[in-house]
């Protein structure tokens, strides 16, 4: 009796296996140059669905096949996609570096074994690893922009801001300094009309401690002109707190990123402006420094892509969201 | 038929057929052209050369700049001057560029080529060596005229069957199969665990911390390293006495408990890191327990091996483990019958601590640094491997060959589904699915062995 149960067990198994793999049919090898092996930090952010969109894309031109293994914002499970890439036998790797710092191990392993790492979005900056080319944002510069936007937007008689910003990430880091870069500009040899920084609070780059972090700051400071969030999700958690607050009127919002639910709230006038980050042509511009390093051309081994200010009447013209 | 499905075998070591079933579909699903670039294959490879036709093949060897190429070139090169054929370069380039910049100078010196060996990573990807750009080179320097490419010839066979593929399946999975034999102890105890995740961490950044601030930091000796490894292990050893303690003597449940605790070392986890991502270890010669080699097998899988020889020597041959199974089969029955169920309790959670601390310990030499989120959600893969493995929650049941297993099903699932690039969220719904069924087929066969 039990024996038989076991083996339908098994078949069970089995099929669950052959069900959940079809998506590359095995067997059906189409005949391509070769597999690009993508490792995302997390495709539980739109971010990085689109890069990987993209660069799907533009393999698929090149008659490359893309693996894009989702390393959930964990490093280990990111050298383990390393491992697999390196036995697989693929061109090129691609990463979001999920930790600066110890994705270095890995990074060496596949270095040892001859495979070309490209990364994308975060920099690694452990030592003496080879990375054939690098593609992200400029943070700085995108801070700057959010700072020159919050100028504008507080005017002469400037105000108090609030910053929710996220230390864990360089990235988030860079955001802010261009931001009070342009701030302090703005209060230079100024005696009224000063944009005085209130608070730089940690918004965990998330709407539900974005929307904590205003709530106590809103108690705390209830003169609030400007918050500056250092990405939408975090922004659309401060407009939460400050719509709840009926203060909706007094206080501007700056975000940072410009993904659909950002531009989308940018189009209802919850936020004012968004420096906007290219997901679409990073994926694209990886897989061109890509085919540059096979050919031997030459190409820009770090390419630092600027932001631009995105605003509502940006948002009335842009196809992608729907009126 | 009949009586061999009802074998002792299948009903003992069904599992292992899930194993092999799984690995033979994972074989399939991987199977297509491998492309050989060993010295064997570059050997073959040469003795093609030497058929040409004509006699005054001259070739120059283009690999990339790595060990394995190295030798894969001088097999090559070995074998065409054995034969008489002149090596006229060998070029082993760091970026395809490079290949082309070498190249043209073998052409600007008017070196005679006409013949490139090389293998089918270089082959495919590497844009200098596609027949065209080597035509165009050639129009421009006489001596590489008709210059050809040649890679070994590719043979069908399965990513998943190559030993680099095995070799990091057991080592990538080494922590939490090590993590799984102390929660083989609890379980069978009817106990559990909830901890290990957050011991792995709190035990990588004590290992990172104390290595810093204590153990010499850059300059630390291996005496300093090991003292390192030695202190955190002790911590989560002492974490898992701690819950032993809680459980006999105040009577917590050990869910409670070891709750409590993962959330414990996972804040002290994060103190100890002080808002960093990560605290880097500095020492060197600390990555070493992670990648040095007994006999060519990395340590971390010589490690595991033997620590599940010595697990599986105490479960069957040693008083220990005949009270370990006692306690969990029937704690009052046992303590009636003379075993010491408080301490045996107090054991197997210390070696379930200790387990984790080990796992902690291999996360930070591997990764040079102590994560703060090092092991998140690992608690439940390694319950999942145990359980997979034919331990019953219930207690009193459960063998350390069937966790051994059991982790490695989990393994290989994910290999698979990775090498296919499948996403996360579809291997969650497979894991899901493969617990269920595992524990299914446990009450299965609990029930007719009771009818039996």
Not at chain 1, 111 to 135: K, R, S, W, Y
Request: proline share 3%; aromatic share 6%; glycine share 10%.
């Amino acid at each position: 009796m039990s024996g038989q149960r076991t083996l339908w067990g098994v078949i069970v198994i089995a099929i669950s296996m052959t069900s959940c793999d079809n998506t590359n049919t095995p067997g059906t090898v189409n005949k391509s140059k070769g597999t690009i092996g993508y490792s995302a930090m997390s495709f539980k952010n739109p971010f990085f669905v689109v890069i990987k969109n993209n660069l799907e894309a533009s393999a698929n031109d090149a008659g490359y096949e893309l693996i894009a293994n989702d390393a959930d914002s964990d490093v280990s499970k990111q050298a383990n996609h390393i491992d697999e890439f390196i036995s697989k036998g693929v061109s090129a790797i691609v990463l979001n570096p999920t930790d600066r710092l110890a994705i270095g191990e890995a990074i060496k392993k596949a270095n040892a074994a001859g495979v070309p790492v490209f990364t994308c979005d975060l920099q690694c900056i452990a030592e003496d690893v080879d990375i054939a080319g690098h593609i992200g944002t400029d943070n700085y510069q995108g801070g700057t922009l959010a700072g020159q936007a919050m100028v504008e937007a507080l005017g002469e008689q400037g105000g108090e801001v609030l910053v929710l910003d996220f230390k864990q990430a360089n990235s988030c880091v860079l955001r802010v300094d261009g931001f009070m870069e342009v701030i302090n500009q703005h209060n230079e040899g100024r005696r009224e009309g000063k944009i005085a920084v209130i608070a730089m609070v940690n918004g965990g780059g998330d709407e539900d401690i974005g929307y904590k972090a205003t709530s106590d700051n809103l108690v705390a400071h209830p003169n609030i002109a400007g918050v500056f969030a250092i990405n939408d999700p975090s922004a659309l958690g401060a407009w939460k707190a400050i719509d709840e607050a009926g203060k909706n009127e007094q206080i501007t919002i700056v975000g940072f990123d410009g993904a659909k639910a950002g531009k989308q709230a940018i189009l209802e006038g919850k936020i004012f402006a968004d420096p906007i980050q290219f997901p679409a042509k990073m994926g694209n511009d990886i897989m061109e420094k890509i085919l540059a390093y096979q050919h031997g051309e030459e190409f820009d081994p770090v390419e630092l892509i600027p932001t631009s200010l995105y605003k509502r009447e940006d948002a009335r013209k842009d196809p992608e969201i729907q009126n | 038929m009949k009586r061999l499905l009802q074998s002792k075998l299948i009903t003992d070591y069904g599992m292992v057929l899930v194993l092999v079933l799984l690995g033979a579909l994972v074989t399939w699903a991987t199977w297509g052209e491998q492309h050989p670039d060993d010295p064997g294959a570059g050997k073959h490879l040469a003795n093609g050369i030497v058929e040409l036709p004509g006699d005054d093949t001259h070739v120059a060897v283009v690999v990339r700049q790595t060990k394995s190429d190295t030798e894969y070139a001088e097999a090559i090169a070995t074998q065409l001057k054995d034969k008489g054929v002149t090596v006229a370069a060998i070029i082993q380039a760091r970026t395809p560029r490079d290949a082309r910049v070498e190249l043209v100078k073998l052409g600007e010196q008017q070196v005679r080529v006409n013949a490139i060996a090389t293998h089918h990573f270089c082959f495919s990807t590497w844009g200098v060596l596609q027949q065209s750009a080597l035509d165009g080179l050639a129009a421009n320097y006489p001596s590489l005229k008709g210059v050809k490419p040649f890679k070994p010839a590719s043979r069908m066979g399965s990513t998943f069957l190559s030993k680099k593929n095995l070799v990091s399946i057991l080592n990538q999975n080494a922590p939490i199969a090590i993590m799984a034999i102390g929660m083989t102890f609890v379980i069978i105890t009817a106990g559990i665990d909830l901890s290990v995740g957050s011991l792995m961490a709190l035990s990588a950044l004590i290992t990172a911390v104390s290595l810093r601030d204590w153990f010499g930091g850059p300059q630390a000796s291996s005496l300093g390293l090991y003292s390192a490894f030695a202190s955190a292990m002790l911590v989560c050893t002492l974490c898992g006495v701690f819950v032993g303690l809680m459980v006999t003597s105040f009577q917590v449940p050990p869910f409670v408990v070891t709750l409590a605790l993962m959330m414990m070392a996972r804040g002290c986890s994060f103190i100890l890191a002080g808002g960093a991502d990560s605290v880097d270890i500095q020492a060197s010669g600390a990555e070493l327990l992670y990648s040095g080699t007994i006999f060519g097998v990395p340590n971390q899988i010589v490690l595991m091996l033997v620590l599940f020889v010595l697990a599986h020597v105490v479960m069957s041959h040693t008083a220990l483990g005949r009270y370990v199974y006692a306690v969990g089969g029937n704690a009052q029955a046992a303590r009636l019958s003379g075993v010491p169920v408080f301490r045996v309790i107090i054991v197997v959670y210390a070696i379930c601590g200790a387990a984790a601390g080990l796992a902690g310990v291999l996360d930070a030499s591997h990764f040079t640094s102590g994560r703060p989120k090092a092991g998140e959600f690992y608690e439940l893969q390694v319950i999942a491997a145990v359980v997979v493995g034919g331990a019953s929650l219930m207690g009193g049941e459960g063998k350390i060959f069937g966790t051994f297993i059991g982790a490695m099903i989990l393994a290989v699932i994910q290999n698979g589904l990775n090498m296919q690039g499948v996403d996360s969220y579809r291997a969650n719904v497979v894991y899901g699915a493969l617990i269920l069924v595992a524990v299914l087929l446990d009450q299965l066969r609990n029930r007719s062995s009771r009818w039996a």
